[in-house]
């Protein structure tokens, strides 16, 4: 093309009938100047015969929002087009592949890195975020040139296939990939492989190919479903239950616990099967290195935006990492949570059934936990953080203690203990009754509530809870 004015283009690619093997490379960004002819390559990559769900688009309300889905964002890597979930304070999870060039076989310009979240087309348009820098896996830049196959990866590079972006507050505002707000993650580790529990699970993400014009820039998702996953390596894992399209790639696959969904892969795409990552030990290392970077704990940078590998030396000396699990489900999935105690501020507390985070230089520390109506708080001393160690601490909160709570709709509301009966009594006179049986519970959720009559003329009424044997 000719005659074109300066400035910035997004290049589309149109299907070829004529080979139906093939399919039409994502839409890639080109920056035009003045008199100069610029040349890319473009690769049309074979076309799968993929089965399963697709992902539809969400309404307004839903992608905007409702969890899990408003932690969802699209990546604009230098006009290649992905998804990432915001799951730290200022870190995206996404896919290594997202922001690397097939066809230069290099990292995308790092300046050229933009984050929308929450974005939904015409809808909700944020302003674009520029993250500080992106940690990967030490190797992903060199298997990807000895792969030299654009748009196809192979095992060994399917293996290292996750990056995090993390953000830096600025002179405008603080920055937060996720408004304040991420989701967390679960961590496939040992004996817990969250993509093979029969939990319902769903793809979430910005497809774009085979897409109509006006859902391109929505946020579409799976519905959730017991999906089946096949391990094949290093974390990766199959699928032929769902489906994505372009765009998806970096996007959460979410697993449910306790009645909420928390990211537990990333979506890599496939052309006869729908690949995964896990989210395991060394995703979560990379996301904890990527927060630790965040919150000034890794090497100060100068000039414009670095990456970083996990693996590589990314600061002074090496962090600590602490790994809180909070148990019950229940308690997780009810607001559970911890901070540091005289670090962190005092609103500020991670939420969620498992978080990683990396510290340096701090050496023993304090936690303090989220109170949840119902529960006792954990009671967990100091802990020791040895440099370039990971402590795990498993922080349960106490059985919910009974309580019984009156609210001005006309409803009481039980709390204790799952599976237990109850008797409600009620009685006008305290304290000394006499008490009369009012109904029986069996609590199927730790809290239940349900209408109890209004009282007539100057007549009160008192109620109490015993738990039956």
């Known amino acids: 093309m000719s005659n074109l004015n300066v400035g910035t283009y997004i290049v589309e690619f149109r299907d070829v009938p004529a080979v139906p093997t093939r399919t039409k490379p994502r839409p890639q960004r080109a920056e035009v100047g003045p008199i100069h002819i610029y040349e890319k390559k473009v690769v049309y990559p074979q076309s799968g015969g993929l089965t399963g769900s697709e992902p539809v688009a969400l309404n307004a309300s839903d992608a905007t929002s409702t969890e899990p889905y408003l932690h969802s964002g699209q990546i604009d890597a230098d006009g290649q087009f992905g998804s990432g979930v915001v799951v730290g304070p200022r870190t995206v999870l996404t896919a290594a592949h997202v922001v690397f ?52 990866s192979s095992p060994a590079s399917q293996q290292l296939d996750a990056a995090v972006l993390y953000f830096l507050g600025t002179p405008f505002g603080p920055n937060l990939p996720g408004a304040g707000g991420y989701g967390g993650y679960l961590v496939s580790e040992g004996q817990t492989n969250w993509l093979l529990t029969s939990n319902n699970k769903m793809l979430v993400g910005y497809p774009l190919d085979g897409v109509t014009p006006e859902n391109q820039g929505r946020l579409h998702a799976t519905a959730p479903a017991d999906l089946s996953f096949t391990p094949l390596y290093g974390g990766v894992y199959e699928t032929s239950s769902i489906r994505g399209r372009g765009g998806n790639s970096g996007g959460p696959l979410y697993v449910e616990l306790a009645g909420r969904y928390y990211p537990a892969g990333i979506y890599l795409g496939g052309f006869n099967r729908t690949l995964v990552k896990a989210i395991d030990c060394r995703v979560a290392d990379l996301i904890a290195r990527a927060e630790a970077a965040a919150n000034g704990d890794g090497n100060s940078h100068g000039g414009g935006v670095t990456f970083f590998s996990s693996g590589s030396t990314v600061s002074a000396f090496d962090p600590a990492y602490i790994t809180v699990l909070i148990e019950p489900a229940e308690a997780a999935a009810s607001g559970g949570g911890w901070q540091i105690a005289d670090v962190d501020s005092a609103s500020e507390f991670r939420l969620g059934a498992s978080n990683t985070v990396a510290l340096v230089g701090l050496g023993s520390i304090r936690l303090k936990f989220r109170p949840i109506p119902g529960f006792a708080i954990p009671q967990v001393g100091n802990v020791e ?28 509301t039980l709390i204790g203990q799952v599976g237990t009966n109850y008797l409600i009594q009620e009685s006008s006179n305290l304290p000394f009754g006499p008490w009369s049986p009012f109904t029986n519970v069996q609590l199927n959720s730790y809290t239940q509530s349900f209408l109890i009559p209004f009282p007539t003329g100057a007549v009160s009424r008192f109620y109490r809870a015993i738990a039956l044997p």
């Open 385 to 412: 953080l040895p440099n370039a160690q990971n402590v795990k601490v498993i922080a349960s909160y106490g059985a919910p203690r009974l309580q019984l709570s009156f609210h001005t709709t006309g409803t009481l």
């Open 101 to 152: 060039d097939d066809q230069e076989l290099r990292y995308v310009n790092s300046d050229s890195l933009r984050w929308f979240h929450r974005r939904h087309r015409d809808v909700n348009e944020p302003p674009p975020q520029t993250p500080r820098g992106c940690y990967i896996f030490t190797g992903y830049a060199d298997q990807r040139i000895r792969d030299n196959s654009p748009d196809i």
